[in-house]
């Protein structure tokens, strides 16, 4: 690993966790809000400033709700959906996230995605590169990418509460078995479900038995393997319970699972996330029009720290 660390953003986790964090009175001269704005700009720039990557690249979702994750399994972020189909969200907040990826452009900061693929799903092909990966994100499902070169900073308790995991804190804080990475947490997610996502998870099984079957048994195959041999030493209510959830097992690790998928990254910038060229007239422009020209110009500077595409 030559280069130094790449840091990769859930950009639209950061700009949600932004709007909702940071007081609507935060306007631009329009009177319109920028709150998510300023929070989102003051987030990359305190994570930067601290961590020193030399490349950045903002995830963004090019589906919020993939249809082939749907086919799998119908209730995922069903509750989601507004009336127009797509993802109910915030009036105010859509026209800033065309201002925070105008913004993006303006600094030379990379934005990435993929066809078919949520930002998910980018950042895990992102951690697959063969060098240091900090993976900043409010979303827990992320916790399954924390490896021997990944790091995820949680940050879905605030900023100041951020927390650095990798693989080793990932098995002690949810009692998983250890290993080089945390794939472990993936299957854990699917037995103990995460209503925010439509997964209802497997009736019965709690955080405590999930950990407890995972440490036994390894992973979900081995899981369903035990409860399909009687002779395993499986409690009879467990197993029930996993064989009448069989369908749902098969379908929630298909969409919960993120490594190994091969989606085909696309990059608006620099592929390993080197500075491109700043345009401050268009940066002072987005200033003025957000009312947000130090939240932008502190970016600015704290990505300057990158390195020169």
Not at 23 to 28: F, V, W
Not at 119 to 129: G, K, N, Q, Y
Not at 252 to 275: K, N, S, Y
Request: proline share 4%; glycine share 12%; hydrophobic share 40%.
């Amino acid at each position: 690993m030559s280069q130094g660390p790449l840091m990769v953003l859930d950009s639209a986790g950061l700009w949600f966790r932004a709007f909702h964090s940071v007081p609507e009175k935060i306007t631009g001269p329009d009177g319109a809000p920028a709150n998510a704005v300023r929070g989102f700009c003051d987030m990359v720039s305190v994570l930067v400033e601290e961590y020193s990557p030399t490349g950045l690249v903002a995830a963004l979702d090019r589906e919020w709700r993939p249809g082939w994750r749907v086919e799998l399994l119908p209730s995922y972020k069903a509750h989601r959906v507004g009336d127009d189909g797509g993802e109910d969200a915030p009036a105010s907040l859509h026209p800033q996230v065309s201002a925070i990826r105008e913004i993006l452009t303006a600094a030379g900061i990379t934005q990435a995605s993929a066809a078919e693929a949520e930002a998910d799903d980018v950042l895990a092909e992102l951690a697959d590169r063969d060098r240091e990966v900090l993976v900043v994100t409010g979303d827990r499902d992320l916790f399954q990418l924390a490896s021997s070169s990944t790091t995820v900073f949680y940050v879905g308790a605030g900023m100041r509460k951020r927390l650095a995991y990798t693989p080793e804190v990932v098995a002690e804080r949810f009692d998983l078995p250890a290993g080089e990475d945390a794939g472990a947490y993936a299957d854990y997610a699917v037995l103990v479900g995460d209503a925010s996502d439509g997964l209802p998870g497997v009736t019965g099984i709690g955080t405590k038995t999930a950990a407890s079957l995972l440490r036994e048994y390894g992973d979900l195959d081995g899981i369903v393997a035990a409860a399909e041999d009687e002779g395993s030493g499986l409690a009879a209510r467990q197993r029930k319970a996993v064989l009448e959830a069989a369908d749902y097992l098969t379908a929630a690790r298909g969409v919960v699972r993120l490594r190994g998928r091969g989606f085909e990254l696309e990059f608006e910038g620099d592929v390993d996330g080197r500075r491109g060229r700043v345009d401050r007239e268009r940066l002072d422009a987005l200033g003025e029009a957000t009312g947000q020209s130090r939240a932008i110009g502190r970016l600015e500077r704290a990505t300057a720290v990158l390195d020169p595409a």
